[in-house]
RNA sequence: GGCCUCAUGGUCAAGCGGUUAAGACGUCGCCCUCUCACGGCGAAAACAGGGGUUCGAGUCCCCUUGGGGCUACCA
């Protein structure tokens, strides 16, 4: 049988990376298997619908490069793909459920049901209308009494079942309580409706949450009453902001647009978010999506919560920054360069490889070059280092003589400066280290540079680095 | 509270009865070097605790402790 698997957010705010990494343990396993990858949106609850959040599943997924063979937007031959239009269906399988006993109505009120709370304040259903006859109940249905439909849960038993992370998993039904399927509204509650869609999309792998752990008996017990066959279950560990917390919405953190916003590159996202959970046989981190498809298996999922480390993640940023070519970097970079104080002002081709291996995430590049446009009045001291022997007695002679030799030069490209700054040392007996380190501090002014002296010369261009020589000169003659 | 579940360095994790208990991030040190990075080399750092089972336990069982989840007309 055809593997098919499905994501399944309900829209009720950003993608956040725990959805976001559901979505690609779906994703890996419908592909790795030769099966399909469903988009379903679950949108039952009116109440806490967002909008636009719809839109940013599409988007998030393609970003993330997660493609879904069917969904709301793609279309297919299981839709709709969004609950809130499949009423009907819900309905039919409800009233099919009745009959079969595995459901019935209520027509509690919320007053009785204030009623059964316990000293925790927990509501356990008592099964109140399940004794009412086949006449009180269309009589109450015909007068317009609201209602909604309740799964009827044996008294005694247990439900088993086997979870492909989690192993076997047993509830006694006596734990479990008859949860609402059919809403005074008339739209299903999750429980309801996962169920049936999943059959009716012949979901083969149900995969998502291990909040979920506990209550699959419950879904199992609609899958037999239907006579449905059960999906295997793939119940996955949370991911953690600490030790305590979970990586959730509601802590507003951990939105996958805002990642991509600060700089993050959308395929390293997705790669780390794999690793949070999975482990592929031969440990590799960085993988591309095909890569991650090939290796996948569910032998390789942890059972236990991981906490999300947003410094490794950082970490394998950089390193997909740095595996780009000088093009590509440029191409990412090109916006976060123009945003900085360097503007268009000067090349930013020549610029952009500074900060290739110098920044993890893109939105660090401002502040790295800033310091291009800060020329101004500094300290000498920054002339003075213990091993290249330099000092700023040294940097007097010396940045004139630099002057001298780049005014002489007129093509401004990195190989023609750096051997006429390393002639300039020979000839006058310098170390090319102590010519070099002199003229970069004489270009910029600054202890630390993203790049050396024939790095910053070329960006500024012969103007302004000898505008800049001849400021130094003059600060040194003091 | 009840039920389900998890537990290897600071973090992600390999391990699936016999290992000097991998690897990665981070940290620290050294090398390279015109500064900062990159790169290279190296170091410190873990089986939550207690009982069993076994010739032998990080690996299996039980308890304790700690964490997470469920206990909604949310998913």
């Known amino acids: 049988m055809k593997v098919r698997t499905r994501f399944a957010p309900s829209p009720t705010g950003f993608m956040h990376l725990g959805g976001m990494r559901t979505a690609l343990y779906c994703y890996l396993y419908a592909r790795k298997n030769g099966g399909d990858f469903i988009l379903r949106i679950e949108d039952t609850d009116q109440e806490r619908f967002v909008e636009g959040a719809t839109e940013v599943i599409y988007s998030s997924l393609k970003e993330g490069g997660m493609t879904y063979d069917e969904g709301p ?28 006993g595995g459901a019935y109505y209520c027509f509690c009120t919320k007053e009785r049901l204030e ?114 066959e059960r999906p295997c279950y793939i119940h996955l560990p949370p991911i953690m902001k600490d030790a305590t917390r979970k990586l959730s919405k509601r802590y507003g953190d951990a939105n996958f647009d805002d990642f991509v916003k600060k700089g993050y590159l959308p395929q390293a996202i997705v790669n780390y978010i794999a690793l949070l959970g999975w482990c592929p046989k031969d440990n590799s981190e960085k993988m591309t999506m095909d890569e991650m498809i090939e290796k996948f298996s569910l032998d390789g999922v942890s059972k236990s919560p991981a906490i999300f480390d947003d410094v490794k993640l950082r970490w394998l940023n950089g390193e997909y920054l740095k595996a780009m070519t000088d093009e590509e970097f440029y191409n990412v970079a090109k916006p976060y360069i123009e945003a900085s104080k360097v503007g268009t002002k000067y090349d930013n081709r020549l610029i952009a490889p500074l900060l290739k291996t110098r920044v993890e995430i893109l939105s660090e590049i401002p502040d790295k070059i800033n310091f291009l446009e800060e020329f101004e009045e500094y300290s000498l001291d920054l002339y003075y280092h213990k091993k290249m022997k330099t000092d700023k007695e040294m940097a007097k002679v010396v940045v004139p003589l630099i002057y001298k030799t780049l005014e002489s030069i007129d093509t401004f490209d990195h190989d023609t400066i750096y051997t006429s700054l390393s ?56």
């Not at 297919?76 to 079969?100: H, T, V, W």
């Not at 000293?119 to 009494?145: A, F, M, P, W």
């Not at 090319?432 to 910029?444: E, N």
Request: aromatic share 10%.
């Open 115 to 228: 009623t059964l709370k316990d000293d925790l304040g927990n509501t356990r259903y008592d099964k109140h209308c399940l004794n009412l006859s086949k006449e009180e109940i269309e009589q109450k249905l015909r007068d317009g009494v609201p209602y909604v439909i309740r799964q009827n849960i044996p008294k005694v038993g247990v439900g088993t079942y086997e979870d492909a992370v989690y192993g076997t998993i047993s509830v006694d039904f006596s734990e479990l309580e008859d949860n609402i399927l059919i809403k005074t509204d008339g739209l299903p509650t999750y429980n309801f409706a996962n169920v049936i869609d999943d059959h009716l999309m012949g979901i083969t792998h149900v995969i998502r949450g291990s909040e979920y752990l506990s209550s699959t008996p419950k879904y199992n017990l609609m899958y037999d009453a239907f006579g449905w």
């Open 73 to 100: 937007d793609v279309g297919g031959n299981y839709g709709p793909y969004i609950q809130s239009q499949r009423k009907e269906i819900y309905q039919k399988y409800a009233k099919e459920l009745i009959e079969k």
């Open 423 to 478: 002639n300039c040392a020979q000839e006058n007996g310098y170390k090319s280290g102590q010519v070099l380190g002199i003229a970069r501090v004489a270009l910029s002014g600054k202890e630390v540079t993203p790049g050396g002296s024939v790095e910053l010369a070329q960006i500024l261009g012969k103007q302004e680095s000898l505008r800049r020589l001849q400021f130094s000169m003059d600060l040194l003659n003091k």
